[in-house]
């Protein structure tokens, strides 16, 4: 079985450009996690759906941040504009047995120049 | 004072010793408790996970709950190169609305 699918697997880009990450969840699972991982701050959720429902989105650092679950299997996270303090290695995660049993995708490795 | 705490490591071993990584916890509603695996440029794994109080386990590896003391274990018993990597404790509670939270992790190297 295909595991959490997520595109692009590596991104740089300038300051100030638009960026958007996108992630495939594993089929029939209904809860969908976004994460940003770096070495000084650890794992930090950012967002959190449930059946394509934002459930909580406190982790969102700021307004330059966005998530959207339009259905069951795709969902985009986008920050415009980017700044360097974004580079960090972005992980999405699908649940069907809520957050107690997550199954992490390959992550998309951002640096912003 | 943070949800969780973890001891970064790095811890260093010998092959076939046995392993014990750690984490502490505040928050005495947490009833989940996880533990991924996370090797280097990878997402993190689920190893395993407990309900409450008690043990779990799973070949070479034992989750550990103890909640009168808020502090959770794993156990590798005969560690193996393979098992390097960064292991993340976690957990969530049902009175935590929708809160769960991640371990900083712990950086283990066993060496052949």
């Known amino acids: 079985d295909a595991g959490v699918i997520q595109s692009p697997r590596h991104e740089v880009t300038e300051m100030g450009q638009e960026v958007t990450l996108r992630c495939k969840p594993i089929?029939?699972?209904?809860?969908l996690f976004w994460y940003r991982q770096t070495m000084m701050r650890g794992l930090e959720l950012l967002i959190y759906?449930?059946?394509?429902?934002?459930?909580?989105d406190s982790g969102m650092p700021e307004d330059r941040f966005s998530a959207k679950m339009p259905n069951a299997s795709f969902s985009t996270l986008k920050i415009q504009p980017s700044e360097p303090r974004d580079s960090a290695v972005y992980f999405c995660a699908s649940s069907v047995r809520g957050p107690y049993e997550q199954y992490f995708g390959p992550g998309t490795r951002l640096t912003v120049t | 004072q943070k949800e969780v705490e973890q001891d970064p490591g790095p811890l260093s071993v010998p092959e076939g010793a046995i392993v014990s990584l750690n984490c502490t916890y505040s928050n005495s509603a947490f009833q989940y408790f996880m533990w991924y695996r996370q090797y280097s440029r990878k997402g993190p794994e689920l190893l395993m996970y407990t309900y409450s109080s008690g043990n779990k386990e799973d070949g070479r590896f034992t989750a550990q709950v103890d909640k009168s003391s808020k502090y959770i274990s794993l156990f590798i018993r005969d560690s193996q190169p393979s098992d390097s990597a960064t292991y993340l404790c976690?957990?969530?509670?049902?009175?935590?609305?929708?809160?769960?939270?991640f371990g900083t992790g712990t950086s283990l190297t066993v060496i052949p």
């Open positions: 089929s029939g699972h209904n809860s």
């Open positions: 976690a957990m969530v509670g049902p009175n935590t609305g929708n809160q769960f939270y």
């Open positions: 759906f449930n059946n394509n429902v934002p459930i909580d």
